[in-house]
């Protein structure tokens, strides 16, 4: 008996953890506060087959080259089929099966059914909204949530920063040219979902910080002083919210213009803290199963007194050490080159001298 309840014991698996949260990808987090809200005891695991996740083969550099090579065969391949499904369907495809839920033989996957938080309800596991989900206020609140406040994430993460986050969240543990190709090509899939262009890249990038805005007034108007959004009890509103608050204030950076629009709302900010301290400081490890080491200098949270809601500028990006090492090799080649020159402009100055003074001396012998 207890061996079959250990057998429907759910298993979350998301991306790694990182910038001091149990996983620091933006679809992983509301999954997981999800399951925390309901109480529901699950196990905490990471992926270690996408190239996005700390896996074992990394700690050795002839796996992990073989292991990056078939995953960029892997990936063009796949990039291949999803740009062919995407266009006979007229739209851009995001596929990722990640975050994922087992228990069992069951699975459900982030890109099936509208969701792991939809699957968990539909399938009778997890249902924090059958009270509160025929109330129209509610189901505007969480398509705004799901559209406006979605959007402006993967706008930042993606487009409108220097892929910093990014690069920690799914690219640190693969080699530089691999990561590189893979961080550009999302960066061109992000674009054409959220319909950007060269020609309305501005006009967007407003569109996208107004609309989040006015969700961030919204939501700031409907919690007021309240425990929760709504019926004062949680619900998926309250997760999706909170996963995506969490992810603003800790993972991007201090230059992030959504991280500023979201600080101008103190009830929110008390809300995300308040819930982070409860339902992430206080847990430990005590839900999580296996799980992968993060770079610790990146797991640091921020405080809320270093929080300022105006952004700051973005500083200079600092170089990379291939950018580094080319540059000193490109001094060293100038450097040589001009020694080079010199030697020889001295020596041709030295030859022609030479010259000269065999030619007076044969003046002189021609007037004796």
């Known amino acids: 008996m207890e061996e079959a309840k250990e057998r429907e ?41 996408n190239p996005d996740s700390v896996g074992p083969c ?21 990039g291949a089929r999803l740009s062919a499904v995407g266009k006979r369907q007229g739209k851009p495809l995001l596929p990722d ?36 989900r025929g109330i129209p206020e509610w189901i505007s609140a969480k398509a705004m949530v799901d559209s406006w406040l979605a959007d402006a994430i993967i706008y930042e993460l ?12 799914y690219y640190s543990d693969l080699p530089w040219p691999l990561g590189k190709i ?28 107004r609309n989040a805005n006015d969700a961030f007034s919204a939501l700031s108007t409907r919690l007021g002083e309240q425990a929760y959004f709504f019926d ?31 600080l101008q709302h103190d009830n929110l900010v008390r809300y995300t803290e308040k819930y982070k301290s409860e339902l992430i400081d206080s847990s430990g490890s005590s839900s999580s199963g296996t799980q992968s080491q993060s770079d610790p200098s990146s797991s640091v949270p921020r405080r809320p007194s270093q929080w300022s809601s105006k952004p700051k500028s973005k500083p200079k990006r600092e170089k990379t050490e ?14 040589t080159q001009l020694v080079a020159v010199l030697v020889f402009l001295s020596l ?18 021609d007037y004796d």
Request: charged residues 25%.
């Open 322 to 335: 291939e950018e580094k090492k080319f540059r000193r090799r490109a001094k060293y080649f100038l450097v």
């Open 9 to 49: 014991k759910l298993t979350l698996v998301t991306r790694k953890s990182c910038f001091g949260l149990p996983t620091s990808c933006p679809n992983c987090l509301p999954a997981y506060v999800y399951l925390k809200f309901s109480g529901t005891p699950f196990d905490l695991d990471f992926n270690l087959i």
């Open 232 to 262: 004062n009890r949680p619900t998926s509103l309250d997760a999706v919210f909170l996963g995506h608050a969490l992810f603003t204030l800790y993972a991007l950076p201090e230059t992030s213009v959504l991280r500023s629009k979201l």
């Open 348 to 365: 041709l100055g030295g030859s022609d001298a030479a010259e000269v003074e065999l030619d007076e001396d044969d003046d002189g012998a």
């Open 182 to 209: 893979l961080y550009l090509k999302q960066v061109h899939v992000v674009k054409q979902i959220l319909g950007i262009t060269k020609e309305n890249a501005d006009r967007r990038e407003e569109e996208i910080y």
């Open 58 to 78: 990394f700690r050795n550099p002839r796996a992990a080259s073989s292991y990056s090579t078939r995953i960029l065969v892997q990936f063009v391949v796949e």
């Open 158 to 169: 993606w487009v409108g920063s220097d892929g910093t986050s990014a690069h920690k969240i």
């Open 97 to 132: 099966q990640i975050p994922y839920v087992e228990s069992g033989t069951y699975v459900a996957y982030n890109n099936e059914k509208g969701g792991v938080i939809r699957s968990l309800s539909e399938d009778g596991f997890v249902d924090l909204d059958s009270q509160v």
